[in-house]
């Protein structure tokens, strides 16, 4: 059910951002049209640095079902991916493997160049994971929680670093001390952005993070990654929101029956709804 | 009512398909039968063989040759408790009392060869008879099965459901009830069995049968409540499986060890030891046979002097030392009777602390009721040592009897020294035959109904105080819905 | 590392369940060791009480039977007392104690028929047995670390962090080590400190309270074994906490008593009753045998007493003395049978205690502590040890006829504090 395209309209605005961290790359882009319809847009070969997470040609089963089949993607140092596709295409079976929880039957995972089958610890050592819902100690602060989960990482951040952490994270001052069991979700996301923050790791695994976030919370967050992403850090985002992943996101990848089938660079004044269309329509494919 | 029904039979059709539900039932079920089984075995095992010994011990009395009585006073005879039949279903403290009393002149020997003691510590852990399957199993399977009924229709959230179809708090918690209760009928089942065959093949009192029936159907109605009631108000199904475990672990295990510590605190018994020791020494100073000056004895024998009339113990009808031997037991015997109704009634205060621990642990209600009407708490023993003493007392007279007016005064005294007189001395065997066999009368039923009185009374406190948890739960559940 | 295990202090402290948990376990334990040591004062106190007491009894039959210095006399009217002293550790396992006798009298007379008497006990409190020490261990320390670890990652995935936790972890198996640890060490030294402090009081061996405290660790590393076992399954909490609680209903209850019903099967004592009937049997046809014959059987035993005058007349306590043992000597074999029956019990019990660990602390803590069945028949061995000087003490007096003056009454053997006492 896509709309009429006209032959002259721009659908899409490919940009190649080139970023200050990293050598010049070279981006191959091919545009096809199919018809009046669609426009595919393939990125292919890749750029001279290593990506920080790599998934090639990745299958894997769960039970009988296959999830993954042939899924391949790439996020570099300073690049927001939105992983975007609907219930049962296989984002969480994604972040599972990139995370070592699940073992591909075939293809390989690299996350800052670490197999996170053969060594998931060391693997995770390099990821801060954000999960969709934050959950923490309900019992403790959130000063507590995060020396707890810092500990835990073997981090001992001063009072300062949480401190400055959770004023990047955009926690307010007085509700730090208090036990977060009685927190909105917004807040205990907030809390674990801040140790996402202070992890200083190079790769981020964002789990659906805008969902039940109202769209103030949504617009902070989007800043908030933003601001991640120009500290160099590769942000992998699993996500349905569409509008969020087009507001913050350099690419967005949309997965559906176990692989990408499409993948589109967004940019300013593009035709969301469009887009929210036609992903309607992959992810009923 | 309807909706009960549907309610319990929902429930029941969801305990049905439960595999952990049906699993735990069955081997609770296939308990309640093993231990019935190996119960009734052990029981008719154990009173076949005190009657095996009690026949012999009897033979072996009359077959006795001719003695001098006062032989037979130290031969002595064996007492052997019978079992009650209700012992198979509850065998109470049958394996913690001696089974057996030897009975002689002027002492008073212990019950022994109690099970426990000649057992391993493995003893400790219980029996598996049918009263402790229900008594301590049950309950927890209960629990297991019934921890979830209402709070997991809460956790689920489907409680609304039902709410918005017109069901109450009342009806839910009623019909849950009910499934619940059906299961513990289930469990019920093998002991009614056990309780219908020992009524009608081994004579079982059926009164007694009945009660313990109905009062085991109390014990685990009250524990469905329990259950309901807690089930009720947890808010989640994991907060009530606690609180449930909590509850019996406290009242069927741990309660039950820490009351007999304090009763035994509160009214300590001295040890046979030093209780023979006091009996010796009350012996020594109300009259010492040994001494020849003492003044009881004296007094004794003027008084028998004055009665027969003559100046000489030599020369009386009778045969002094005879005479002697039946003052001598007679007092030796009050101080017996003495000392035992010290200590029964030590043992019975002990008793009535534990007993109120049944305000807190219904186990400990059901478990005094249940003894007592099986004929097998520690009255039953205390029936036996009583019988025995005084049976021991009667054949040790009789004895002492025939020692005054079978052997003369002469031959007694010359026995040792004169083989004609050693010979004389021997009286006729004909004599043990006289002798009474010994027969133990067990409580009649309204002597058990009477000391189960205080077990069923509290039993019931717990059913109505369960009952008032049930008020309280509805209409906690009401505001919740 | 004390950084992490301190992190993980706090978040367990601050959890609602565990906090009374563990007051709980240290309660229990302390108040088990309490009841366990009041138990043994009272034991040491009856001890203490029963020696001026048995000393006034002996000097009552002094004061008569010295006048004619029948030996006889003597031997057949004097008590003399036994007793078996708590060991120790005795209030960790108050064990047999409480149903058999730790004091006991004896005379020189027949032996069997004394030996198995029985004490003045209330069996309606016996029957659910003592709360001590074993016992908290035993039964409840399953429970309460079933309460902490039954949820260990479960309710961390019910809660919706696992995979947050895992992730954050640099050393997931130090994690879960860490909280395990925690715990069991926890619920071990809420169990463990009661009893060094009741130890160190009572006097016990270090060594002995060492093994006791392996043997918590022991019982404590197969129940987390279980619990970890279990929920390896992947199931809820909810069915985590009820299959544990089965388990510990199968394994301390239900287990045991269907062994006890096995080991009692295969092995019937009936030889108990059955020699004392015999023994009676035997000890008064000594009345009716020929004399002769009599002190022949028992010369063939006593040689050392051949040489000695004949016995004339219609009594004497020579021939009495010797049908007497004879009695005893006449169900020597059924003795020995009963005796095998019970160590059988004993043993099988021993073999299970290797395959159920309810059973294996059970038999462990009162073999330690010395109130088992075996240390009930050792006890039994000293008296006969006890009844045999007893009888070498009373023999040269009956056999030479040696008058039996005041003062032999004070040589008569002792019961030996250090050697048989305990």
Redesign the interface.
């Given at each position: 059910m896509s709309p009429e395209i006209a032959q002259n309209d721009i659908l899409y605005h490919v940009s190649l951002n080139a970023r200050p961290t990293e050598s010049i790359r070279q981006y191959n882009v091919a545009l096809t049209i199919c018809g009046n319809h669609a426009i595919k847009v393939f990125m292919t070969t890749a750029p001279t640095a290593a990506p920080r997470i790599s998934i090639k040609d990745v299958a894997l089963t769960r039970g009988a079902r296959p999830v993954l089949r042939g899924l391949s993607l790439a996020v570099h140092a300073g690049e927001v991916y939105a992983l975007l596709g609907g219930n049962g295409a296989g984002k969480s079976t994604t972040v599972?493997a990139l995370?070592g929880?699940l073992k591909p039957d075939a293809g390989q995972i690299l996350v800052a160049d670490i197999d996170p089958v053969e060594n998931?610890?060391r693997a995770?050592?390099e990821?801060a994971?954000l999960?969709e819902?934050?959950?923490?100690?309900d019992?403790?602060s959130a000063y507590?929680n995060i020396?707890?989960?810092m500990?835990?990482?073997?981090k001992?951040p001063s009072r300062d670093a949480m401190d400055a952490a959770l004023d990047d994270a955009g926690l307010q001052p007085e509700a730090r001390a208090l036990r977060i069991g009685g927190f909105s979700k917004g807040m205990r996301q907030k809390v674990?952005i801040a140790?996402a923050v202070l992890r200083d790791v190079p790769v981020l695994l964002l789990d659906e993070p805008t969902s039940g976030l109202d769209p103030r919370a949504t617009a902070d967050f989007n800043a908030l990654v933003t601001r991640l992403k120009a500290r160099g850090t590769a942000i992998l985002m699993v996500t349905h929101d569409l509008l969020g992943a087009a507001d913050c996101a350099d690419r967005i990848g949309f997965l559906a029956a176990g692989q990408i089938v499409e993948e589109v660079v967004p940019s300013k004044g593009m035709d969301v709804l469009a887009l929210h269309h036609r992903y309607g329509e992959v992810a009923a494919a | 009512m309807t909706t009960v029904r549907l309610v319990a039979d929902n429930e029941w059709r969801l305990m049905r398909r439960s595999r952990v539900a049906q699993l735990a039932l069955l081997i609770l079920i296939a308990l309640s039968v093993i231990a019935t089984l190996t119960s009734i075995a052990h029981r008719d095992a154990n009173d076949d063989l005190r009657a095996r010994f009690q026949a012999q011990a009897d033979q072996e009395f009359d077959g006795q040759p001719a003695r001098h009585p006062h032989r037979m006073v130290h031969y002595g005879h064996f007492v052997f408790r019978p079992l009650p039949a209700l012992a198979a279903f509850d065998p109470g403290v049958d394996a913690f009392t001696g089974s057996t009393i030897f009975l002689e002149g002027h002492r008073q020997n212990s019950a022994n060869f109690g099970d426990v003691r000649q057992s391993s510590l493995l003893a400790r852990f219980g029996q598996l008879t049918p009263a402790f399957v229900l008594q301590v199993l049950a309950p927890l399977v209960l629990v297991f099965i019934g921890f979830g009924v209402v709070a997991r229709e809460r956790e689920a959230g489907t409680i609304r459901l039902l709410s918005a179809h017109g069901v109450t708090a009342q009806s839910l918690i009623f019909g849950k009830a009910l499934a619940l209760g059906r299961v513990a009928g289930l469990m019920l089942a093998p002991a009614v069995a056990a309780l219908l065959w020992l009524t009608f093949l081994e004579g079982a009192p059926i009164v007694a049968a009945l009660g313990l029936g109905l009062f085991y159907a109390v014990y685990l109605a009250a524990w469905v409540l329990i259950i309901v009631i807690a089930s009720s108000l947890a808010r989640q199904a994991r907060t009530a499986l606690m609180v449930l475990l909590g509850l019996w672990a406290t009242t069927v295990i741990l309660i039950p060890r820490v009351a007999p510590d304090v009763a035994l605190a509160f009214a300590p018994v001295p040890t046979r030891l030093e209780t023979d020791i006091a009996i010796q020494r009350d012996l020594r100073r109300i009259g010492d046979s040994h001494n020849p000056d003492d003044p009881h004895f004296a007094a004794f024998k003027a008084r028998v002097l004055k009665q027969y009339g003559v100046d000489r113990v030599e020369d009386l009808p009778v045969n002094y030392r005879g005479l002697l031997a039946l003052e001598g037991e007679k007092l030796t015997s009050r101080l017996f009777d003495d000392y035992a109704e010290r200590q029964f009634a030590a043992e019975r205060k002990q008793g009535a602390i534990v007993a109120a621990f049944g305000l807190v642990s219904p186990a400990i209600a059901l478990r005094n009721f249940s003894m007592a009407l099986s004929g097998s708490d520690l009255d039953g023993h205390r029936r036996f040592l009583k019988q025995a003493e005084a049976y021991r007392f009667d054949i040790v007279q009789r004895l002492n009897r025939l020692q005054a007016e079978a052997v003369t005064f002469g031959d007694d005294s010359n026995r040792n020294k004169d083989p004609d007189a050693g010979r004389r001395v021997r009286i006729d065997p004909k004599h043990w035959h006289d002798v009474p066999d010994f027969a133990y009368r067990g409580a009649t039923i309204s002597e058990k109904l009477e000391s189960a009185l205080t077990g069923a009374a509290l039993l019931l406190v717990w059913l109505v105080m369960a009952g008032f948890g049930v008020r309280i739960a509805i209409r906690r559940l009401e505001a919740a819905l | 590392m004390t950084g992490l295990l301190g992190h993980e202090l706090r978040l367990l402290l601050r959890q609602r369940i565990a906090v009374p948990t563990l007051v709980l376990v240290l309660f229990l334990s302390a108040a088990a060791v309490w009841a366990g040591m009041a138990e043994v004062a009272r034991q040491h106190d009856i001890i203490a009480r029963i020696k001026p007491q048995q000393v006034e009894d002996v000097n009552a039959v002094r004061s008569w039977a010295s006048k004619d210095g029948d030996a006889g006399n003597a031997a057949y009217y004097t008590f003399h007392a036994t007793w078996d002293a708590p060991s120790p550790l005795a209030f960790a396992a108050l064990g047999q104690r409480d149903v058999a006798p730790f004091v006991l009298r004896v005379r020189a007379l027949a032996l069997e028929s004394q030996i198995n008497e029985g004490e003045n006990y209330n069996a309606e409190m016996a029957l659910p047995g003592r709360f001590d020490w074993a016992f908290v261990l035993t039964y409840l320390a399953p429970l309460f670390l079933i309460v902490l670890l039954h949820d260990l990652k479960s309710g961390e995935r019910e809660a919706g962090r696992l995979d947050f936790l895992r992730v954050s972890a640099i050393n997931e198996r130090g994690l879960w080590a860490r909280r395990i640890g925690l715990r069991v060490g926890l619920i071990a030294g809420g169990l463990i400190l009661p009893l060094i402090v009741g130890g160190v009081l009572s006097g016990a061996a270090a060594a002995d309270l060492l093994l006791l405290s392996a043997m918590v660790l022991l019982y404590l590393l197969f129940w987390t074994g279980l619990c970890l076992l279990l929920s390896r399954r992947g199931m809820g909490s909810v069915a985590n906490a009820a299959s544990l609680a089965g388990s510990w209903l199968t394994l301390t209850l239900i287990l045991p008593a269907l062994a006890l019903l096995a080991v009692n099967g295969a092995f019937p004592v009936r030889q108990g009753v059955e020699l004392t009937l015999a023994q009676r049997e035997a000890v008064h046809s000594g009345w009716d045998k020929p004399k002769a014959q009599t002190m022949e059987a028992f010369f063939r035993h006593h040689p050392e007493w051949r040489g000695t005058k004949p016995v004339e007349g219609g009594f004497h306590w020579k021939w009495y003395f010797a049908f007497q043992h004879l009695g005893d000597l006449s169900v020597a074999d059924q003795v020995r049978a009963y005796r095998h029956g019970l160590e059988a019990r004993d043993l099988w019990t021993e073999r299970l205690a290797f395959v159920l660990p309810a059973i294996g602390t059970q038999y462990l803590a009162h073999r330690i502590a010395r109130t088992d069945l075996t240390a009930q028949l050792a006890y039994q061995d000293r008296i006969r040890a006890f009844h045999k000087r007893l009888r070498s003490f009373y023999y040269p007096y009956i056999f030479n006829d040696v008058p039996f003056g005041e003062d032999d009454f004070g040589r008569a053997p002792l019961w030996l504090e250090d050697a048989e006492g305990r």
């Open positions: 599972a995370l929880f998931a610890e995770r050592r990821i994971y999960p819902n934050v959950a923490l100690y019992q403790l507590e020396s707890y989960f500990a835990l990482s073997g001992e674990a140790m | - | -």
